[in-house]
């Protein structure tokens, strides 16, 4: 194994971890923007819990991610929600939160974006 085949395994590792930390960081504003606890964030499955209710959805709903392709539906719907209690329109929720959640997570929570709560049934 020469350098160059070492820094094959680095620099992905590198690209991961930095778009973890943004993504965090990201969510955490997000989070705190909300009125909800930014930390939640940090803990895995109470985070999906904390956007469930950022989106207005019920908190059971998180069963319906333990379903296969449920679970993408399910991640769709959200995405939606979340970019409605912002403001943002549907194809921010797909394309920005959604398809590019790397992208749109950190232009809800860094941004200018206000939480308005999530939009009447």
């Not at 160059?4 to 960081?25: C, E, K, N, Q, R």
């Amino acid at each position: 194994m020469n350098q160059s085949d070492a820094a094959f395994g680095v620099v992905p590792l590198v690209i991961s971890l930095a778009i973890a930390v943004l993504m965090i960081a990201a969510m955490w504003k997000v989070f705190s923007k909300a009125g909800r606890p930014g930390w939640a964030a940090i803990i895995p499955i109470y985070n999906l819990y904390v956007l469930l209710k950022v989106a207005g959805r019920p908190g059971w709903w998180l069963i319906l991610f333990i379903i296969p392709l449920v679970n993408i539906v399910m991640s769709i719907i959200i995405s939606l929600d979340v970019a409605k209690s912002f403001g943002k329109g549907g194809a921010f929720g797909f394309f920005g939160l959604w398809l590019f959640g790397f992208i749109g997570y950190p232009v809800l929570g860094f941004g200018s974006a206000r939480y308005q709560g999530p939009a009447a049934a």
